[in-house]
């Protein structure tokens, strides 16, 4: 019985993966598709392995709060604040700053995927990739390394896949933001397990150094800056 459903799971989240390529990546289909790993042996794996980081541990042992970002007090921040540039970003791309799904949190796998939902944006600006299609494989491989996230190591399979026999001409970049997401990830500390919302007005510079991000990809060919 069990594998009779680890093969539906399969199956379903095979098909959450098609859609999201079919629509170009429309928030809904990729919250459906985090949404059909809530339950699974690959969620379990991850939890184990934010269970080991302490900073990511404690916030989810106190279910800390979602992400509720004050965008019309953060845009008055420095345009090199975290604030600042978190806000010009949502506002720059006509983004609804609560794009993510409403979720319960009384899980340990509903808070994790609450918070890595709510706190992606902030990760585009701490790490420097754009919102373009490298730069959102690149800002997934930093998750998908640090903790295994499932819906974003699945995307990132997706997409390489795709790529690689769609889009050859292109593969090299994708394969470059995906590396450059990686390194990030190996040396900065988990990213999820951070309290942003303690520090909207602390310069970008100063998280880096903080986070251990000494390069960025803001200068990329996929980064923020281009």
């Known amino acids: 019985m069990a594998r009779f459903k680890a093969l539906l799971d399969s199956l379903n989240q095979m098909r959450r993966v098609i859609e999201v390529g079919r629509s170009q990546g429309e928030l809904a289909t990729i919250a459906d598709l985090v949404d059909s790993f809530l339950d699974t042996p690959q969620m379990d794996a991850c939890l184990a392995r934010v269970r080991e980081l302490p900073s990511v541990a404690a916030l989810m042992e106190q279910r800390y709060p979602p992400l ?25 791309q006509g983004y609804d700053p609560e794009f993510f799904r409403p979720r319960p ?4 796998a509903q808070w994790l995927t609450q918070r890595v939902a709510s706190t992606h944006d902030i990760h585009h600006v701490v790490s420097g990739f754009s919102t373009r299609r490298e730069g959102e494989n690149g800002v997934l491989a930093i ?29 090299g970049e994708l394969s470059r933001a995906m590396s450059h997401g990686m390194s990030i990830a190996l040396a900065a500390k988990p990213l999820v397990g951070v309290r942003w919302e303690e520090g909207w007005e602390r310069p970008i ?12 990809a803001d200068q990329a060919s996929y980064g923020l800056d281009r």
């Open 143 to 171: 998750t998908a390394s640090q903790i295994g996230f499932p819906a974003y190591v699945c995307l990132n399979h997706a997409a390489s896949l795709s790529c690689f026999r769609l889009r050859s001409e292109t593969f």
């Open 105 to 108: 949190i009384e899980s340990e």
């Open 68 to 92: 509720q970002p004050d965008i019309e007090a953060l845009k008055t921040l420095p345009a090199t604040s975290l604030g600042g540039r978190y806000a010009r970003l949502i506002l720059e």
């Open 205 to 216: 510079s100063d998280w880096r150094a903080e986070l251990g991000i000494s390069h960025p």
